[in-house]
């Protein structure tokens, strides 16, 4: 099973201070994920219905969302990535 916890912001010399910002502005703290993904034609139409949904389901604060295609002589994948970060219950 994937570790889940936050990662701490990337080491970046003193020297660097913008990207130091940039950088802890883009690493944002998460402790949930949710993966979405159709190879066959009508279910990947039908992918952004079943995020939309789920959306709807619950109290999240998302932290990035990474869609990825990937494909083989017979088969086209998309890949929808939800990172959030949902309160303690």
């Known amino acids: 099973m994937q570790d889940l916890r936050p990662v701490e912001s990337p080491t970046v010399p003193e ?3 913008n990207t130091r910002r940039v950088l802890e502005c883009i690493v944002a703290p998460f ?3 949710k993966i979405f ?3 066959m034609f009508a279910d990947r139409g039908q992918l ?3 995020v ?3 959306l709807a389901t619950g109290q999240r ?4 969302i990474i869609v990825t295609q990937s494909s083989d002589a017979a088969f086209h994948c998309v890949t ?3 990172f959030y970060h949902e ?3």
């Open 61 to 64: 604060k998302l932290t990035d």
């Open 31 to 33: 402790n949930g994920v």
């Open 15 to 17: 020297t660097h201070a």
């Open 52 to 54: 939309t949904a789920w």
């Open 80 to 82: 929808i990535s939800i």
């Open 87 to 89: 309160a303690a219950r």
């Open 37 to 39: 993904s159709a190879t």
């Open 48 to 50: 952004g219905e079943r």
